[in-house]
């Protein structure tokens, strides 16, 4: 019990003791970039997929996403700045 009350009381003060608070702002722009990041990757795999399962049915889709999902998603990750998506 008093090892929980103990990592209880940890965790509680290692999180309110967080000097860095984010500003509105701040969290505006980052839910915009956001936006726009997950909707150009939903576009540029979307569009892909609809092309590939329209072209070989879901095989060739699913082939499509395993082998080049990656590759578009660092695409998207490069215009918009590393470590977005």
Same mark, same amino acid.
């Given at each position: 019990?008093k090892?929980?009350?103990?990592t209880? +009381? +940890?965790a509680?003060?290692? +999180?309110?003791?967080?000097p860095? %608070?984010s500003? #509105?702002? %701040?969290?505006?722009e980052?839910t915009?970039?956001? =936006? =726009? &990041?997950s *909707? @150009?990757? +939903?576009?540029?795999?979307?569009g ?5 399962? =329209?072209?070989?049915?879901?095989? #060739?889709?699913?082939?499509?996403c *395993?082998?080049? @999902?990656? &590759?578009?998603t660092q %695409?998207?990750?490069? &215009?918009?700045?590393?470590?977005? *998506?």
């Open positions: 019990m090892k929980y009350v103990f209880t +009381l +940890l509680a003060t290692a +999180l309110l003791a967080n860095y %608070e500003k #509105q702002d %701040e969290i505006d980052v915009a970039i956001g =936006k =726009k &990041a *909707s @150009a990757l +939903l576009k540029k795999l979307g892909n997929l609809k092309n590939n399962l =329209k072209a070989g049915g879901p095989k #060739q889709a699913f082939d499509f *395993s082998n080049n @999902a990656y &590759a578009l %695409e998207v990750d490069k &215009a918009f700045g590393d470590n977005v *998506s």
